[in-house]
């Protein structure tokens, strides 16, 4: 009965999430649409995609994901000892350092950015140096929302900082449409859509200020360094930095085998394009399980209740599958279509739709797996025990490189196929690791349920298949006819998936049959 009540309250707390993440990440795709509406996927954009990846990995080394994961354990373990006020002094040390440390970073990265960045790139160095500088304060920013989304999240309070990504992309979006008509030449356009993304950034970080009123402290000047938690905090942070930032090497490294082995006017663009589609159900579904379980985890972890921990890794890990199978089914077979619907116009051309599909269709074979990989660092995390996964990470990073030169000769889309392979590996090495920490984690019935959803996404995909290709035929191209064919292929899908979900026996549907019931007595 708990098992099924845990399930139940899971599915409403991950639906909510899932709903406000996916109200963002759908904006997030009507960004990219509208950039590419604008630019396209081949020419200079492809600088701006090259600047962004050096301020994004620094973000993920030391500031968001890597800082909350390392500090929502911490600051949850002080709360569930009724060390309130201490928690919350904590919470206002870490601020501080982060806001001087990141600070400092910044400065240096922005004098350091023409050494760094033209090695990246055979093409456009210039450009992508000016661009580097203009968006590296973003990591300044987001080190301090990530103590703030870390804080509401520990009070299990997760929509708001889910849907301050919604005005990000907003602020993006009306950056796009009212400033770059206005600009005289394409690096200037570039400099609005850098210069939008800082401002969005800047709004992000102040809206979820007010709702840490009325908790049990507030954020306030001080540098508490004698305290221990701080420096667990820290300690946590190396690991799992590594660990998160590791993720963001990968990219990096891909995005320069992109740019200077395979063709630097399209290839790194047309990955990033493929990627924020793929970031969708990955945004909507496995990071909504995660972090609303990781607080729960900690809590868990703290009470050293193991049974509870493991119930709970191994509901998570079912509902991942549950959700990102059929998403990556979907995304698989329909990736043209669904590329040509979302990016086909203005200065994106049909070419450009056959590299950006292809890369689409290689990054969804890892989309589950990447989901588990998620899971289960953050069961790491909770346990305080992150180097496992760290190491996993490292040992990633390497069979990543392998894979990209192994693979960068079939074209764009090996980059993202060496991404996918290298995801199964990690998901595979951590699920083993996590079983030897907890004696056992219920594995056969995360197979069984696996294999029973891989039935199901095999019907999925041939139903959304078949309904797109006739729909296609009789319907055209245009972009009325598109919406109609793609968006009847995936509800066709969905319902074959879930119907036959119910057939195999699979579990996690009763989660969302209950999620239905509740939403229709609220």
Request: a positive charge.
């Given at each position: 009965?708990?098992?099924?009540?845990?399930?139940?309250?899971?599915?409403?707390?991950?639906?909510?999430?899932?709903?406000?993440?996916?109200?963002?990440?759908?904006?997030?795709?009507?960004?990219?649409?509208?950039?590419?509406?604008?630019?396209?996927?081949?020419?200079?954009?492809?600088?701006?995609?090259?600047?962004?990846?050096?301020?994004?990995?620094?973000?993920?080394?030391?500031?968001?994901?890597?800082?909350?994961?390392?500090?929502?354990?911490?600051?949850?373990?002080?709360?569930?000892?009724?060390?309130?006020?201490?928690?919350?002094?904590v919470a206002s040390t870490v601020f501080w350092l982060l806001l001087l440390g990141l600070t400092g970073i910044t400065a240096a990265f922005v004098l350091a950015a023409p050494l760094l960045v033209p090695p990246m790139t055979d093409a456009y160095d210039g450009l992508a140096v000016r661009l580097a500088q203009l968006l590296f304060p973003i990591v300044v920013l987001l080190g301090v929302s990530g103590v703030i989304v870390g804080i509401l999240n520990s009070y299990e309070h997760f929509t708001i900082p889910a849907l301050t990504p919604v005005f990000w992309n907003l602020a993006i979006i009306a950056g796009l449409v009212i400033g770059v008509p206005q600009a005289e030449s394409e690096s200037a356009r570039l400099y609005v859509y850098a210069g939008s993304i800082l401002a969005g950034t800047v709004l992000q970080v102040a809206l979820p200020v007010p709702w840490l009123r009325g908790r049990d402290g507030s954020l306030r000047l001080a540098l508490d360094l004698r305290d221990p938690a701080v420096k667990q905090v820290f300690r946590l942070m190396g690991p799992v930095t590594l660990s998160l930032g590791l993720i963001n090497v990968n990219a990096v490294i891909g995005t320069i085998f992109a740019a200077r082995l395979i063709d630097a006017t399209i290839a790194p663009n047309a990955i990033d394009k493929a990627f924020r589609v793929y970031m969708l159900p990955q945004g909507m579904f496995s990071v909504a399980v995660a972090t609303v379980l990781f607080p729960a985890l900690s809590r868990l972890a703290a009470r050293r209740d193991l049974d509870g921990f493991r119930a709970t890794v191994s509901l998570g890990l079912r509902q991942i599958n549950f959700l990102l199978v059929p998403a990556a089914a979907a995304s698989a077979i329909l990736a043209e279509p669904i590329v040509r619907l979302l990016y086909e116009r203005g200065r994106f051309d049909p070419d450009q739709t056959t590299v950006v599909a292809g890369a689409l269709a290689a990054f969804s074979l890892g989309l589950a797996f990447n989901g588990m990989m998620l899971m289960l660092n953050r069961g790491f995390f909770s346990l305080q025990q992150p180097w496992l996964p760290t190491w996993v990470a490292l040992g990633n990073v390497v069979l990543n490189v392998a894979l990209y030169a192994a693979l960068y000769r079939v074209g764009v889309w090996g980059i993202p196929l060496a991404v996918s392979l290298a995801n199964v590996a990690g998901a595979a090495m951590l699920l083993v690791l996590m079983r030897r920490r907890?004696?056992?984690?219920?594995?056969?019935?995360?197979?069984?349920?696996?294999?029973?959803?891989?039935?199901?996404?095999?019907?999925?995909?041939?139903?959304?298949?078949?309904?797109?290709?006739?729909?296609?035929?009789?319907?055209?191209?245009?972009?009325?006819?598109?919406?109609?064919?793609?968006?009847?292929?995936?509800?066709?899908?969905?319902?074959?998936?879930?119907?036959m979900c119910r057939a195999l026996g699979v579990r996690e549907i009763q989660a969302l049959l209950s999620l239905r019931a509740r939403f229709r007595r609220a």
């Open positions: 009965m708990e098992t099924r009540a845990s399930a139940r309250r899971l599915a409403w707390s991950t639906a909510v999430f899932s709903l406000a993440t996916g109200l963002s990440r759908i904006l997030g795709l009507g960004r990219e649409i509208v950039a590419a509406n604008y630019f396209g996927a081949r020419g200079p954009i492809n600088a701006f995609t090259v600047a962004f990846q050096i301020p994004n990995l620094v973000r993920a080394l030391v500031a968001d994901a890597a800082l909350s994961a390392a500090f929502v354990p911490v600051f949850s373990e002080l709360l569930e000892k009724g060390e309130r006020a201490r928690a919350w002094r907890l004696g056992r984690i219920d594995f056969r019935s995360i197979v069984a349920s696996l294999a029973r959803v891989l039935v199901a996404a095999a019907a999925l995909a041939g139903a959304a298949y078949g309904v797109w290709w006739a729909l296609d035929d009789a319907l055209g191209r245009s972009f009325g006819a598109q919406l109609a064919s793609v968006s009847a292929a995936l509800a066709a899908g969905s319902i074959v998936y879930l119907v």
